[in-house]
């Protein structure tokens, strides 16, 4: 299409740029019998266009007198050079050759989305521009999507901020919560987030992005809920590591010591409040003195395993403590216990549709508030089961590792888009997955995933462009072998052919593939089942955005 546009301006404005050349950048020292451009372009918007380019069609068939050599001279030759140059271009990008294909399809049938099928993607989340045209690219997603691409090479601005920016009404224009380590995000959408009608809601307790909200998890919490409590508890704790069962004791008798600590806080009549919580099991006498007290009102199982816990012998009971602490210890910092000591937004608000959450938390201090996020996103999961959403609900996790092992996010994946929930889960490989859930759990999150996109696969690592290369898939190609007779034997040329198994993408193809463009790959009936190569969205350059959002200019190169 783009090499059509060229051809055509090239040929409707060839006599005066050629002229211009020829005969100089002034038309009033022009010979006589040459029109001028101001006369040429008169000519063009009247009804004696066809003259007006008939002057251009004599220029290519050697038949102008205006120009010497009748037209095949410097002037025209320049004027045509863009056009040769894209046209020589586009040759050498289709000078590989590649194996005919067997139409039997006997080993494979892989091959790319047409331009037909990709015309067809108009609706939902953006994931890159068609190619040949230039059209956003988009799928109207029912289930949960992954993204895999090194750091720096486009998630953000590729995908994350062309979505929130809704710049065509095709697009997706639902409710959002974005985890967004750096705070570009907020930065760049929040204004337009807000003319869109939205409340746009920012936990940034480190000032990355001038975010001023607060959220207190225990406010309005009913503490007969002790599936709540539990649940919120195992979330803070770390997932226990391999196969140890003193791991998962200590992991879960410290659950047994958090609820015991927030079923005492949830029934005080002042507020209630996470630090109080975690004040109470550092005070082990304090706690144990009032849940003795509690339970002569409230004789819960949970309030009695609790005291049974700090009632044992310190050999026991320090262990659990200790590892109960570890839930809080992102409280140490002043900024974040002013963070959950109240509220300014409930989660169910996310579900009505008007209000957008962004949680600006950097990696660096990922290790110590991975509890607070796991707290923030287990809630965010039982709001949405509790008030189903509206409209869609996408949940952006960009830096999805920084999470830790978070089992809880494999259950979401494949039960929330039931509830109008849908996760888009940002890695930098498939080895941090595999690190954290192991090639069981990493399978389930890439398999059960509507879209999977990947861009700028790692060179230095074989096995994950070879994995790539395959999903992409085989074809059957025709193979030719010609044979000739040598020396003195006697006898004709011959020419065999075979058919044989060929991948539509070798591993080497797929690391050498330009760093503007990204691979998707859809895994949906409701979508064309073969993976499409599309060009990114650059947000920051795209003129679509131009007027919707605030830049924030990536860092540049090394010098």
């Keep these: 299409m783009r090499l059509v546009l060229s051809f055509v301006a090239t040929f409707v404005l060839l006599y005066p ?55 095949w001279s410097l002037g025209p030759v320049l004027a045509l050079a863009p056009l040769l140059v894209l046209f020589g271009a586009k040759l050498l990008r289709r000078t590989r050759i590649e194996p005919k294909r067997d139409t039997s399809d006997l080993f494979g049938s892989a091959r790319f989305a047409t331009s037909t099928e990709r015309t067809r993607l108009r609706e939902g989340l953006e994931l890159g521009r068609d190619p040949e045209t230039g059209r956003a690219v988009r799928v109207a997603v029912q289930g949960t999507l992954v993204t895999i691409a090194p750091p720096r090479k486009g998630k953000t601005s590729g995908l994350l901020i062309p979505n929130l920016a809704f710049p065509e009404p ?34 940034d307790p480190l000032n990355l992005a001038g975010g001023t909200d607060c959220w207190n998890p225990l406010q309005g919490r009913d503490p007969n809920d002790v599936l709540y409590l539990q649940s919120s508890a195992l979330a803070l704790l770390p997932e226990a590591t391999g196969d140890s069962e003193a791991s998962a004791y200590f992991r879960n008798r410290a659950v047994d010591l958090i609820v015991g600590a927030m079923l005492v806080v949830l029934r005080m009549p002042e507020e209630r409040s996470v630090v109080l919580v975690q004040e109470f099991i550092n005070d082990e006498l304090r706690l144990l003195g009032t849940l003795n007290q509690y339970v002569k009102h409230w004789p819960e199982p949970a309030a009695y395993a609790a005291i049974e816990i700090l009632q044992s012998d310190p050999k026991t ?61 287990s809630d965010l999961f039982t709001s949405v089961r509790r008030h189903r959403p509206a409209e869609r609900l996408v949940v952006f996790v960009d830096e999805a590792a920084v999470l830790g092992r978070f089992d809880a996010l494999l259950t979401a994946a494949g039960e929330l888009p039931g509830y109008g929930a849908s996760l888009w889960t940002m890695w930098q490989d498939r080895a941090q997955l595999v ?55 006697k006898g004709s040329p011959s020419t065999t052919r075979s058919s044989q198994s060929a991948r539509l993408m070798s591993k080497e193809a797929l690391i050498a593939m330009p760093s503007d463009e990204l691979l998707v790959f859809p895994n949906s009936g409701g979508h064309a089942r073969h993976p499409l190569r599309l060009k990114k969205t650059v947000a920051h350059t795209d003129p679509r955005f131009r007027k919707l959002i605030t830049p924030v200019p990536p860092v540049g190169h090394a010098r």
């Design 317 to 377: 009971k320090d262990p659990i403590k200790s590892t109960a602490l570890q839930a809080f210890q992102w409280l140490a910092d002043r900024r974040l216990r002013d963070l959950v000591s109240a509220s300014t937004f409930e989660l169910s608000e996310l579900s009505t549709g008007t209000v957008d959450l962004f949680v600006a938390v950097p990696t660096e201090y990922k290790t110590v508030l991975a509890p607070f996020l796991r707290w923030l996103l």
């Design 170 to 203: 095709q697009g997706w224009g639902g409710p959002a919560v974005v985890l967004d380590p750096k705070g570009e995000v907020y930065r760049t959408v929040a204004a337009r987030r807000r003319a869109l009608g939205r409340r746009v809601v920012c936990l």
């Design 435 to 489: 690190g954290l859930y192991g090639e069981a759990g990493a399978d389930v999150l890439l398999n059960t995933a509507e879209v999977v996109t990947v861009f700028d696969v790692p060179a230095v690592d074989p096995d994950e462009s070879e994995r790539w290369s395959r999903a992409i898939g085989d074809y059957t190609a025709f193979v030719e072998t010609h044979s000739a007779p040598s020396g003195d034997a």
């Design 17 to 71: 740029i050629a002229g211009l050349i020829q005969h100089g950048l002034d038309p009033t020292l022009w010979p006589s019998e040459v029109m001028h451009p101001g006369a040429w372009f008169a000519t063009l918007l009247s009804w004696q266009v066809a003259d007006a380019l008939a002057m251009s069609y004599r220029i290519l068939i050697g038949r102008a007198p205006e120009f010497a050599n009748a037209g």
